[in-house]
């Protein structure tokens, strides 16, 4: 299993490091995140908690690739959780304004014993308070490929830095 995770995070990071040029259109973005949140298989609904780092950068205009690592668990058994990883394309609007609204989207891999394939999609926005320093709000749901009915949704609450 962990071969797998390796793999994953090699496959995100190998584009970027082949990126040859760099400018400001082409700077990497980090952030940290505190996720309160629930969890559906489509019978019941529990709360959860997700915490977790990513990495993102802009390859053209607005466009950018990213990926993320985390651990979400349920928020009254924590070590029944599972850790999470994500390759996600994303879109930033107004990049140059202090407000920046995005749009994100790609794919999660959740693992514990076994693992998980899922998609995800959301959005937020950076607010930069700082040069190089930021508030992040973000929504983001995970679904399951194989049961559509499962979802964890995030409203994620975090910092952001260039």
Known sequence: MRRWIWIVILLVITPGLALAQASSERRWYGNVFIAPGIATDGEGVAPTLHIGVGVDRFVYRGFGLGAEIGYAGAA???GAGAGVASINGSYHFRRADKLVPFMTSG??????S????AVNFGGGFNYWFRERLGFRLE?????????????VFDLRIGLTFR
Request: no cysteine; aromatic share 8%.
């Open 76 to 78: 009254t058994a924590p």
């Open 139 to 151: 929504l983001r749901d995970h679904i399951a490929t194989v049961d559509r009915s499962a979802h």
């Open 114 to 117: 076994g693992s998980l394939n």
């Open 107 to 112: 794919y999660s891999l959740l693992f514990h």
